[in-house]
């Protein structure tokens, strides 16, 4: 069962940024829910994307919540530029340092949403303290820094795991990293509501093709596709 209903979140990591707005804005108009911007910093992640600027250029295009995805370490220093760069969702990674709490404090003393993500190694015990001081858990579903890889399947047992720890509560269970609509069935049958997609909307960059490809996956996930 999952208590929260479906969103679809595609990332502009697999955008085309030299028209980033129009790409925002054509993933709008094809029934995106949630904006997912992927920050990586080189360091936590083996890739360097974007910071708050870029996406405080695009937050004029839409009222779209933002949901902020923050592949960095440290990562405290740094919230309140994407606060004030209008995420309304702030996503920081259990492994990113030593004081996970503290950092989603920090998020909600901001007046934002937290969240946090685990890595396909970390085990979601990790998160059983923390749990009623969020309100997202995300499951990396691969190894994150890139976009266009395929899905681990084990992801599946951990997301069913997130569910269980999240209960009744009204959190979000996210899934990033390789979802298309031939699996968004199976992973919004596990117990996950929001379904991150990069490059199963954005591939090809054609903005003719994001509203099609974002209900093939809306309609797997809702089950109107098996
Ligand atoms: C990976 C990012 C993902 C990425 C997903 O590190 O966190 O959000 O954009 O891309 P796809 O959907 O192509 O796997
Ligand atoms: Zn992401």
Do not use: W
């Not at 709008?28 to 911007?37: L, S």
């Not at 059983?128 to 899905?151: A, H, K, T």
């Not at 379904?195 to 591939?203: D, N």
């Amino acid at each position: 069962m999952t208590p929260l209903p479906i969103r679809i979140a595609p990332s502009i990591l697999s955008a085309d940024f030299s028209r980033l707005g129009d790409e925002v804005a054509a993933i709008v108009a094809g029934g995106a829910d949630y904006i997912h911007i992927d920050v990586m910093d080189g360091h936590f992640v083996p890739n360097i994307s974007f910071g708050a600027p870029i996406m405080k250029a695009v937050r004029g295009v839409t009222d779209k919540p933002f949901d902020c995805h923050l592949m960095i370490s440290p990562t405290d220093a740094y919230l309140a530029d994407f606060a004030k760069g209008g995420a309304d969702l702030i996503t920081v990674h259990a492994e990113a340092g030593p004081h996970l709490h503290r950092s989603l404090q920090a998020i909600r003393a901001l007046g934002k949403k937290a969240g946090v993500a685990l890595n396909p190694a970390t085990p979601v015990s990790t998160i059983e303290n923390v749990i009623d001081d969020v309100d997202l858990v995300l499951i990396m579903s691969v190894n994150p820094g890139f976009g266009g890889q395929s899905f681990i399947p084990g992801s599946l047992a951990k997301i069913r795991q997130a569910r269980a720890l999240i209960g009744g509560r009204a959190i979000d269970l996210e899934v990033d990293g390789g979802v298309t609509p031939a699996n968004a069935g199976e992973i919004a049958r596990a117990g996950a509501n929001v379904l991150v997609a990069g490059s199963s909307v954005y591939g090809g960059n054609d903005p003719s093709t994001y509203a099609g490809r974002i209900k093939a996956i809306r309609d797997a996930a809702t089950g109107i596709i098996a």
